[in-house]
């Protein structure tokens, strides 16, 4: 965009690298935060900085968190003999509004794919083990998606948690294969979460 002044190309091209947008909605926000107030323009800005700045991983279960530990880890009224483990923060959002989970969670911060070269030691599977060998728990919940890679994901985990004296179970598949978690509704979460099954 050599016809743009320089601060709006380079505007455009951040935006361009976001997921999902291309050239042309690049320039359609652009040019719409040009046109909104300045307050609401620079409101995003300062969304993004303190989302950077100001959000961390938990540093029991890795989701996102503004402190050591997040709300969820850090509220006495959750049961810690129940783990519910999901590859990712918003998969742990979506699970919650269903309020029907009760217990603990460990984020994976992804899944195991080797096609994209990501292997175990790229998620946090160590913690979580360490976390089931000094633990408390009597079940771990596998959550991740219903997808090959999610079951893959399951399997790698569930195996190396035979050893201890947990039982493993997995979401119904209410969620339908292929299907992810982050696009379930509220209902369908509840109906996987209930019927949950031994794996
Ligand atoms: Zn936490």
């Known amino acids: 965009m050599s016809n743009h002044a320089g601060a709006v190309s380079e505007l455009v091209e951040q935006l361009g690298r976001l997921p999902g947008i291309g050239r042309k909605s690049a320039e359609r926000l652009a040019f719409h935060l040009l046109r909104v107030s300045e307050h609401e323009a620079l409101g995003l800005a300062d969304a993004i900085r303190r989302v950077r700045k100001d959000v961390r991983y938990c540093s029991a279960c890795f989701n996102l968190s503004e402190s050591e530990l997040c709300t969820i880890c850090a509220d006495p009224s959750r049961d810690r003999t129940r783990l519910c483990i999901v590859e990712q923060p918003r998969d742990l959002m979506s699970l919650e509004q269903s309020s029907v989970f009760r217990g603990v969670y460990h984020v994976l911060l ?17 913690p979580l083990v360490e976390r089931v060998r000094k633990g ?4 771990v919940i596998m959550a991740t998606n219903p997808t090959v890679e999610g079951d893959g994901t399951s399997l790698y985990i569930s195996n190396l948690l035979s050893e201890y004296p947990v039982e493993i179970t997995r ?15 509220r209902e369908m979460i509840a109906d996987a979460l209930t019927g949950r099954q031994k794996l």
Not at 110 to 126: E, F, M, S, V
Not at 136 to 139: A, I, L, S
Not at 171 to 185: F, K, M, P, Q, W
């Open 110 to 126: 992804g899944r195991i794919a080797p096609l994209d070269g990501i292997g175990p030691d790229q998620l946090t599977i160590d």
């Open 136 to 139: 408390k728990f009597v079940e």
């Open 171 to 185: 979401l119904a598949r209410g969620i339908t294969a292929g299907s992810v978690l982050e696009y379930a509704n």
